[in-house]
Structure formats: structure tokens, C-alpha cells
């Protein structure tokens, strides 16, 4: 157990529609990242928050936002959902001082 | 960030040592070397890194080549278990975005299968 929570672990919507992805962080830890893993593919950096404030951006869409609030939860809201959009969505936390992130157990999100 | 090569798939037979080679030729002197794993899905493992000494822990061993261009995780007993996807990874410390290749953290991995 990572100390990384993340929910819900599956998630099934139609196209046109929009989801909330949420993640809960080990406790301390104030860096919250977001990353997509297609089918087959590598893990793609989409976003990082550091206690609440965004860091870092990478790969993520217009259609795509996230935010972390004052308890360092983070939500990740997907909206316009297409059928490319269906994929594993994974969160890390990391410390500061310490170098390794930790994953929680991913929300496989499937448009149909 | 330095690009890694690691080989694609490698069997290795249950209770023997696991040996994952990984290349990174073009690591930095602030880069280090990391390594996960992904069991069927799951959210990444962290088993291991190490800046240029080699280093130890109850999942494996990390050995770093002198000149830092490769590295080898060591597995000392297998098991089933085991079989995953292992990725080594080279980034400077705490650093989880951007990546290489456009974002790219983590690339293809070395499929382990440990074998009965």
C-alpha cells in the first residue's frame, strides 16, 4: 500500500459527458501529480500541484482541469469525454526532501 | 532528462536472481536512477534508486556502473510475484514531471516473467 488513494478505481460514462477523478496524497506529502497511461502506452505527465498552487504542466487538454484543495486532496475533471479519452489515470505524491513519488492504484476510465 | 534503454521482455526461472540491465548513457551528474514496477495495471511500484553508490533494500538491489551510463536491478529471488513491468527511470531528484519525449515518465519497461 503506496499510502496513495485514489477513487473510483473504474469508472464507465458516455461520450459528451464529464467525470471527477479524485486523489487523496500520503499525509505530509504536498506534491500531488497526475498522469494518464493509454492502452500499451507509457505514463504521460499531465499536471503537478504543490499545496494548492499549480507547478507544473504537461500533456493535459483544454478539456482537462484539475485543482487541489486546502486538505491537499486533488480532483482531476474530465469533460467532453471522447472515446480517446479511455485510459488509466494515475496520481503520485512526493515530500519534500524526499526524491521518489508514490502511486495510488489508478482509475481506468472507459468512454463509450 | 536522459533516455533510458532497457531490453523488451526477459524470463527468469522462480527463485533465481533477476538481473534488469538498463542504459542511460546520457544520465547527468544530478540525475538519478530510479526503478518501478507495474504489476498488471496497478499503479507503479517504487522499488529502488540510487544517485552513484550502489544501494540495497528488502525488494532489490540497485548496482550503478562507475561512469553511471548503465545500471542493473537485481532481484535475488524471484517469484512469481514478481512479474511485471519494470521501468527504469533517470531524473533529477523529486522532479515527476515533463519528461522526455513530451512528457513521457515512464517508457515501454522491461516485461519480466518469472517462470515455475
Known amino acids: 500500500d503506496s499510502g496513495v488513494t485514489q477513487t473510483p478505481k473504474h469508472l464507465i460514462t458516455a461520450t459528451g459527458q464529464r467525470v471527477t477523478l479524485r486523489c487523496s496524497p500520503r499525509s505530509g506529502d504536498l506534491s500531488v501529480y497526475w498522469y494518464q497511461q493509454s492502452l500499451d502506452q507509457g505514463l504521460q505527465f499531465l499536471i503537478q500541484?504543490?499545496?494548492?498552487?499549480?507547478?507544473a504542466k504537461g500533456n493535459i487538454l483544454e478539456r482537462f482541469s484539475a485543482q487541489q484543495f486546502p486538505d491537499l486532496h486533488s480532483e482531476l475533471n474530465l469533460s467532453s469525454l471522447e472515446l480517446g479519452d479511455s485510459a488509466l489515470y494515475f496520481c503520485?505524491?512526493?515530500?519534500?526532501?524526499?526524491?521518489?513519488?508514490?502511486f495510488g492504484q489508478g482509475t481506468r476510465l472507459t468512454v463509450v | 532528462d536522459a533516455k533510458t534503454t532497457q531490453p523488451t521482455s526477459m524470463d527468469c526461472a522462480e527463485g533465481r536472481a533477476a538481473n534488469l540491465p538498463c542504459n542511460h548513457s546520457t544520465i547527468s551528474g544530478n540525475e538519478y536512477v530510479y526503478w518501478y514496477r507495474q504489476i498488471h495495471s496497478q499503479g507503479p511500484q517504487y522499488i529502488i534508486h540510487g544517485l552513484k553508490n550502489n544501494e540495497t533494500n528488502e525488494m532489490a538491489s540497485l548496482i550503478i556502473t562507475e561512469d553511471r551510463k548503465s545500471s542493473t536491478l537485481i532481484l535475488p529471488h524471484a517469484t512469481l510475484r514478481d512479474t511485471a513491468v519494470y521501468y527504469c527511470?533517470?531524473?533529477?531528484?523529486?522532479?515527476?514531471?515533463?519528461?522526455?519525449?513530451?512528457?513521457?515518465?515512464f517508457g515501454k519497461g522491461t516485461k519480466l516473467s518469472v517462470k515455475p
Open positions: 500541484y504543490y499545496n494548492g498552487e499549480e507547478r
Open positions: 503520485a505524491s512526493t515530500r519534500q526532501g524526499n526524491t521518489e513519488a508514490f
Open positions: 527511470i533517470v531524473r533529477v531528484a523529486g522532479e515527476w514531471y515533463g519528461g522526455s519525449q513530451g512528457n513521457l515518465i
